[in-house]
């Protein structure tokens, strides 16, 4: 059944080339369809693949973000960090890196790198949906509510 799920999956991702205009952009078409199928093994795959190639329409630090996402999921902490840094050396004021550091961070029960990462974010978009409903599960797991 698997197999069978892969093979549709690779059909789209065919279908999907067309659709992008470079390899990089491609690569992380490909990846976003199978992080949204739940194949998280095949969406890094894709993702780390994509490093090689040049981008068009998708910012590289993008590309790094959603990588780190999916090692987020992956609760591999110290990989999800590690290209979300990269993100942010590309831009220090992504907010979306700033806030998936946290994220990692706080999977990791490392709350007070969190809470810098949060903060960071914030101050950089304070009002991005995803930040704030990030700090507010943080302030919940901590029990502040």
């Known amino acids: 059944m698997k197999q069978i799920k892969h093979f549709y999956c690779l ?4 279908a999907g080339l067309a659709a992008c205009s470079s390899y990089g952009d491609y690569r992380i078409h490909n990846a976003r369809l199978f992080y949204n199928d739940g194949d998280l093994e ?8 994509s490093l090689e190639e040049q981008f068009d329409t998708i910012a590289r ?3 790094l973000t959603f990588l ?12 999800a960090v590690y290209y979300h840094q990269l ?13 998936n550091m946290a994220i990692a961070y706080s999977h990791n029960g490392q709350l007070p790198q969190a809470d810098s990462c949060y ?3 914030y101050a950089i978009d304070p009002k991005d ?3 704030l409903g990030s700090m507010g599960a943080l302030e919940v797991k901590r029990q502040r509510y």
């Open 42 to 49: 095949w969406a890094k795959e894709q993702a780390l693949l």
């Open 68 to 79: 780190g996402m999916i090692y987020n999921d992956l609760r591999q902490v110290d990989s």
């Open 87 to 99: 993100a942010l050396e590309e831009d220090p004021l992504f907010a979306s890196a700033w806030t």
């Open 129 to 131: 949906p995803i930040l």
């Open 119 to 121: 903060q960071r974010a």
């Open 11 to 14: 059909l789209a991702l065919f």
């Open 61 to 63: 630090k993008e590309a």
